[in-house]
């Protein structure tokens, strides 16, 4: 059965630059997956924030973008800011019209 | 503006089925750029694709859970629904419903709108 993989946990200093990453247990992570990459905050629905790899949705700042590194999707905050403290999840599609979210990757902000 | 709302029982026994629906509103299911699919989130944990159908039925599951889920669409109501059978307290979670784009009009295989979801309980 084929596993996302994002890192657990991750922090950053405000003002700074991160980049979280979406692999695969086997395999790479290549445009034709359209990584998607979510933001939840506890109690809310998730929010897009990058699709097809690197397309910010509507209303997203500039400072998330999106890219394949090597053979992972990532997922790049520049500027980090206190409120994009949240858990983050990027989905891959595997075709037959099945996607596989990965286990998320929660960002401090400190 | 479309909007998703999901519905149905809070609590579910053991091995029972449990069953969702989910009503759009604002726009119609009936629409060629898009899936309507369910994800869940057990508490504390992350997100886990259920499945998606299109307006035309045409159903896609997640091979883990594909024995014991049914999607169907009922275009005439706009909603669609999500029975899951035999359940566990390992089915406790918050159900999602969520629009997924299937063109390359909208977001491609993004989930872009979503409901606020529905907390079920598995217990007896």
């Known amino acids: 059965q084929t596993v996302v993989t994002q890192e657990p946990s991750f922090s950053v200093s405000p003002g700074g630059t991160v980049t979280l990453t979406c692999g695969l247990s086997?395999?790479?992570?290549?445009?034709?997956?359209?990584p998607t990459w979510y933001q939840q905050t506890p109690g809310q629905a998730p929010r897009t924030l990058i699709y097809?790899?690197?397309t910010r949705s509507s209303g997203v700042p500039g400072r998330f973008s999106g890219s394949i590194l090597g053979n992972k999707a990532a997922l790049t905050i520049t500027g980090a800011q206190a409120d994009d403290e949240s858990d983050y999840y990027c989905?891959?599609?595997?075709?037959?019209?099945?996607?596989?979210f990965g286990g998320g990757t929660k960002l401090t902000v400190v | 503006q479309l909007q998703l709302q999901e519905s149905g029982p809070g609590l579910v026994k053991p091995s029972e089925t449990l069953s969702l629906t989910c009503t759009v509103s604002?726009?119609?299911?009936?629409?060629?750029?898009?899936?309507w699919g369910w994800i869940r989130q057990p508490p504390g944990r992350g997100l886990e694709w259920i499945g998606n159908?299109?307006?035309?039925?045409?159903?896609y599951y997640n091979p883990s859970l594909k024995s014991r889920v049914t999607i169907s669409v009922d275009t005439s109501k706009n909603h669609f629904s999500l029975k899951l059978s035999s359940v566990t307290a390992a089915d406790t979670a918050v159900y999602y419903c969520?629009?997924?784009?299937?063109?390359?009009?909208?977001?491609?295989?993004?989930?872009?709108?979503w409901g606020r979801g529905t907390m079920v309980t598995v217990s007896s």
């Open positions: 969520a629009r997924r784009c299937s063109s390359t009009t909208c977001y491609l295989n993004a989930f872009d709108i």
């Open positions: 604002g726009g119609s299911i009936s629409s060629s750029s898009y899936y």
């Open positions: 159908i299109y307006y035309s039925g045409n159903t």
């Open positions: 086997s395999g790479s992570v290549s445009t034709n997956n359209y």
């Open positions: 097809s790899t690197n």
């Open positions: 989905v891959l599609y595997m075709g037959s019209g099945i996607v596989v």
